[in-house]
């Protein structure tokens, strides 16, 4: 597999007003590569996705997708093509869906193929079917989002995102909205995507996933990277306190799991 890097952020900061959110987050990502955050709540990790595909601004730093690079620090005319091409190369699939209610699940495939990638309606169509199909929504595609399930709602969400073809995937704890019998579907089909070797980035605390499926975890707090390194690493051989201190607080919560710190 190639293990080139496709996702470069240096020195990235974001405050909202007086609160300073990320204060200078650094990292790589490869390839393929499947890097689960972990966090508390408040910890910036939401915030930090967020600004890697410019939903928000940061106030500083530099942002590499695919070779697209936009300084951060300096958004101005020249770099809105930039930022344009960079969200191109990016999909997000968000804990509430995000589909639209009055399209069926077919049209919501379509809208980001025809809209942003200029894609002709006939085409559309026929890639958004597959990938409906691919993930076992085949039967529903004149379906709208209130005739489905959660667990269906977030299964399409995460097609919309593959069927752009994105080199980065970023999904926002995909399983917070969902009942707790919906969560093993949509787990399931996160461990597809990551299998297919399609690079994500996911902010979750879904510890199970985490520790079986991402690459490498990495553990923000405060807005800072506390710690990162494989997930052995990290639920075995955690180095620092507060790092520690986190996971125990989630193995009194998922008792149907062991992990060891």
């Given amino acids: 597999m190639d293990k080139t890097t496709v996702v470069s952020i240096k020195n990235l900061h974001k405050s909202f007003e007086d609160v300073e959110v990320l204060k200078g987050i650094d990292m790589e990502i490869k390839k393929g590569e499947v890097v689960a955050i972990l966090g508390p709540s ?27 690079i936009v300084d951060c620090q300096d958004i101005g ?14 999909a997000m ?12 699940l077919i049209e919501n495939m379509m809208e980001g193929l025809v809209i942003v990638h200029k894609m002709n309606k006939i085409e559309a169509y026929e890639k958004s079917k597959k990938m409906l199909e691919r993930i076992g929504l085949g039967e529903r595609i004149n379906y709208y989002p209130h005739m489905i399930s959660g667990g269906q709602k977030q299964r399409a969400s ?35 995507i990551a299998d297919e070797g399609i690079t994500m980035i996911v902010v979750t605390h879904e510890m199970a996933f985490a520790r079986d499926v991402a690459d490498r975890v990495v553990f923000m707090d405060k807005g800072v990277i506390v710690e990162q390194g494989t997930p052995k690493e990290i639920f075995t051989r955690p180095k620092e306190d507060r790092t520690k201190q986190f996971l125990s607080r989630f193995m009194l919560l998922e008792t149907s799991e062991n992990y060891t710190i």
């Fill in 42 to 68: 408040g910890s910036g990790k939401t915030t930090f996705l967020r600004c890697l595909n410019f939903l928000e601004t940061a106030d500083k730093g530099i942002i590499d997708i695919g070779g697209h």
């Fill in 93 to 104: 699939v968000f804990q509430n869906y995000n589909l639209f209610s009055h399209k069926t």
């Fill in 158 to 192: 995460m097609a919309r995102a593959l069927v752009l073809n994105p080199d980065v995937i970023l999904f926002d704890e995909p399983r917070s909205a969902l009942d707790p019998e919906l969560v093993g579907e949509v787990l399931d089909t996160m461990k597809q």
């Fill in 77 to 90: 005319k020249n770099q809105k093509k930039k930022i344009i091409d960079l969200r191109r190369k990016t």
